[in-house]
């Protein structure tokens, strides 16, 4: 029986995405906007930490929001709701967005008869696996673990942890109720994963820290329209 021909399907498909992630950076730096993915778990907060990114920073930039879910548009009127610009992306099943499904999204948030966005975030579907395979053409990737979550995560989801340049640790309140939880051993896992990972312990319900991830968000935003 002759050797069946294999082929590195998953490779090339990558590598594809890849450059054209590249070509959207491009586009973006072009435009001058600032393209960050936002990625954790599901219930993590995501949502809550845009609207209070959102008050802190609309009076000096503009915003825009997508939305990434398998179904529903809870999330986008919930961001419509700051005034912020946003629409809502079904994935039509997929885990994940890619560059040109991210591209699609950009596209309609940006179109002809918008007005420029200084910064443009776009909230990933909840999902520790998945996203982190796939460059978005995003400027920067950012994730939350959630105080819940244990501070075990990084040890189990290394790629997430690897891939971002900020790590926000969200619920920060909660830490006297999950008290297995160890800042200082999260700190010492991500750091693990990802030595340049800057790490930002938030609370998105009181707004404890979101001074000092805004203005991480106010350094990268001036950084890429200087080409810095």
Request: proline share 4%.
């Amino acid at each position: 029986m002759e050797d069946v021909r294999v082929l590195e399907i998953k490779q090339s498909v990558f590598a594809n995405n890849d450059a054209h992630a590249d070509e959207l950076r491009d586009r973006l730096r072009a435009q001058g906007t600032f393209l960050l993915n936002l990625m954790s778990s599901p219930g993590s907060g995501k949502t809550t930490t845009l609207t209070r990114t959102i008050e802190a920073l609309r009076d000096e930039m503009s915003l825009a929001v997508m939305e990434a879910d398998i179904d529903s548009d809870v999330d986008a009127k919930t961001i419509a709701q700051t005034g912020a610009r946003a629409i809502q992306l079904h994935t039509g099943g997929m885990c994940h967005l890619d560059a040109y499904m991210t591209e699609q999204g950009l596209d309609a948030l940006l179109d002809e008869d918008a007005d420029h966005v200084d910064l443009a975030i776009l909230e990933n579907v909840g999902n520790l696996v998945c996203p982190a395979e796939f460059d978005t053409g995003a400027c920067a990737n950012a994730m939350i673990l959630s105080v819940p979550e244990g501070d075990d995560k990084p040890l189990k989801y290394p790629l997430m942890f690897s891939i971002c340049d900020v790590v926000l640790i969200n619920k920060i309140d909660a830490l006297p109720i999950f008290d297995t939880f160890s800042m200082e051993r999260a700190r010492e896992n991500i750091l693990m994963r990802n030595p340049n990972a800057t790490i930002i312990p938030i609370c998105a319900k009181t707004g404890e820290g979101i001074d000092q991830w805004a203005q991480w968000l106010r350094d990268r935003v001036a950084a890429w329209k200087t080409g810095a």
